[in-house]
């Protein structure tokens, strides 16, 4: 039963486009709102794709890069807190939680096509 679970995450976390696909074709069913279930997808994924990211860059680099991973995450956090002072005047965590997760999202979906696609030409051209 453990090894389930560990080949399960372990296929999430090198997998993760599949992931996405799927779980956004499964949130569409449920809520029958497709804007939801974009949200939903982003929200459930962004963890996926920070795993896959750090895993790729692992690989390629033969380095663990997770507490930079942790810094970009929280300057991101900062910066999410302050674009939203600037904007409303008044901070609201939540709001700017969600905003800062979902941006997260898109910048490490992005970094994992960059990687992957890096990880590839690397090997196809200096195997």
Known sequence: ???????????L???P????????????K???HKLK??????NFTAPVFILAVHVLLVVLFNRSFFPYIIIFLLFLLG?????QYKLKEEVRLFRALK?????SFL???LVYVGLSAYGLLSRVVFV
């Open 13 to 15: 976390i090198t997998l």
């Open 37 to 42: 279930a974009l949200h939903r997808t982003a």
């Open 99 to 103: 905003g800062f997760w979902r941006v």
């Open 79 to 83: 910066l999410s807190m302050i674009a």
């Open 17 to 28: 486009i599949p992931f996405l696909v799927i779980f956004y074709l499964c949130a569409r």
């Open 30 to 32: 449920w809520s029958k």
């Open 1 to 11: 039963m453990g090894d389930l679970l560990i080949y399960t995450i372990a296929i």
């Open 107 to 109: 910048l490490f979906i």
